[in-house]
């Protein structure tokens, strides 16, 4: 693009080759005249050597380009001097054709410099003329005449001066316009090029990030597919779970009925135990009675000793007892040992206790009525006496361990029952847990169904994601071409911007 400054030298040297153009047509006719005209030889190469000289200095002015600003002044005044001189040495109508042609040459540049220039020039070629023709004879009305048409004319060319200043400045505020557009255009196309360089970036970017994206959604897709194939797998996993905690909660109310039915068995034992041992508690105090009535017995007998020595079937009687007591002390001592589940045999052994008391009743009466029998046998009643009381300790030390024993079981019943409860406790919690963890597991089983319903529809939706993905990165694509289409028409709308203003 050619700038202001650049326009102005080119428009400088048309100009200057219009006023050099001019003065060599001038100085040609200049010496045409020269020749044709009588006049003194010296004279005539002062002339030819003056209108030379000018050419020749505006030429190396002109074709040198050096200093052309010059060229206008230095055409103007050598015109002017040559042809004033000209004017004086050979005096001629055609003399006043230079002061017109200096008036016109000034005029070209269209500055006011110049044109102060040619017009200093016209004055001084018009004044020669004038006084160089008055001297000849040259009438006054010529004189008149010529002043007023160069007055005249010199006005219109000061107007047109006028004019071209304010054709010039419009033009100079025109091309500062002209350039400042032209700056800011450059700058809106330097602009609108980096945007659509960012902006392509950005579009290729995003078209890189959509293709990522795609990847991206395919993966999640199938994740989706994955997660909802596990979804599937973890319903039918919690609906077995379901089933197998609703069994394990059957098995578990057939454990609590059968702690139940342990429980009572336990609590029956343990009233059975303790009525076993209310019935040995009975049963050694009775012992403890019948030892103290054998030693009273005893005591009796040893008084009555010589009284009841004859009583041998008194005596046999006793030992009968004893007999007998012995055996069941014996039986009570096995129903002691295999007591457990009842206490049938302390009931056995009290009905034969019962019968026993009857059986010494009855001797009693036997002792009471043949006591005077009994004499004769005191001495061996008093040692089966004897012997009856060791074997009645005997006795109560076996009822004894007997009522620990019923004491033991006691306990250990009682213990059974205390584990009974805690068992039933535990399984009691277990089964309201495993309740709760069935209903839990329906309730995960329920969101597994609705997660597996929500994961189809995720998986919908990526695939439709997927598709208007694959819409939106053509759209990408297709804005990317013409944003770089409309880069390339801006840059080309760009460079043909000047030619356009120049034209």
Excluded at 58 to 64: E, H, N, R, S, T
Excluded at 163 to 177: E, P
Aim: net charge negative; charged share 20%.
């Amino acid at each position: 693009m050619k700038d202001w400054n650049q326009m102005r030298a080119e428009d400088l040297r048309l100009k200057n080759r219009l006023v050099f153009y001019s003065l060599a047509i001038t100085v040609l006719l200049a010496l045409l005249m020269y020749v044709a005209v009588e006049m003194d030889a010296t004279a005539r190469y002062i002339l030819i050597a003056g209108d030379l000289a000018s050419v020749v200095v505006v030429g190396i002015l002109y074709f040198g380009r050096k200093r052309e600003k010059a060229i206008a002044y230095v055409a103007l005044i050598m015109l002017g001097v040559t042809h004033s001189a000209a004017a004086i040495i050979v005096p001629s109508v055609v003399n006043i054709v230079p002061v017109y042609l200096v008036l016109v040459l000034s005029l070209v540049y269209m500055q006011r410099a110049p044109l102060y220039t040619g017009f200093g020039a016209a004055v001084l070629l018009l004044a020669a003329y004038i006084y160089k023709g008055s001297a000849y004879g040259m009438e006054r009305d010529h004189i008149v005449a010529h002043l007023f048409f160069f007055v005249i004319i010199s006005v219109i060319l000061f107007n047109f001066q006028q004019i071209a200043d304010r054709m010039f400045r419009q033009l100079a505020d025109t091309q500062r316009h002209t350039q400042e557009l032209l700056e800011r255009t450059e700058r809106q196309g330097v602009s609108l090029r980096e945007n659509v360089r960012v902006v392509s970036g950005n579009m290729e970017a995003v078209s890189s990030g959509s293709q990522e994206n795609a990847v991206s959604f395919d993966e999640m897709n199938i994740a989706v597919q994955e997660v909802t194939q596990g979804a599937v797998s973890q319903s039918e996993l919690l609906t077995g779970v379901t089933d197998a905690i609703r069994l394990s909660g059957d098995q578990l109310g057939g454990m609590l009925q059968s702690l139940g039915q342990l429980r009572e068995r336990s609590e029956t034992a343990a009233d059975s135990s303790h009525r076993g041992d209310e019935i040995v508690g009975g049963l050694y105090r009775l012992i403890g009675e019948f030892e103290t009535q054998v030693r009273t017995a005893a005591e009796e007998v040893n008084g009555l000793a010589e009284q009841v020595s004859s009583s041998s079937q008194l005596i046999g009687t006793i030992q009968e007892i004893s007999s007998q007591t012995n055996l069941l002390s014996l039986n009570a001592s096995i129903e002691a040992a295999r007591a457990g589940e009842s206490g049938r045999g302390f009931a056995v052994v009290a009905g034969e206790i019962r019968k026993l008391a009857d059986l010494s009743a009855k001797a009693a009466e036997q002792i009471s009525g043949n006591l005077s029998l009994v004499g004769s046998h005191s001495g061996s009643t008093q040692r089966s006496m004897q012997t009856i009381a060791v074997r009645m300790q005997e006795c109560m030390g076996m009822v004894e361990e007997t009522r620990d024993v019923f004491s033991s079981i006691r306990s250990s019943v009682g213990e059974v029952s205390e584990s009974v409860n805690r068992y039933d406790d535990m399984i009691g919690t277990v089964r309201l847990s495993s309740e709760e963890i069935e209903r839990s597991s329906e309730s995960l089983a329920a969101i597994s169904e609705q997660s597996t319903a929500a994961m189809q529809q995720v998986s919908a939706s990526l695939i439709e994601l997927v598709r208007k993905n694959a819409d939106i990165l053509e759209l990408i694509r297709h804005n990317e071409t013409a944003l770089r289409s409309m880069a390339a028409e801006a840059s080309e709308d760009e460079e043909d911007l000047p030619q356009a203003l120049q034209g």
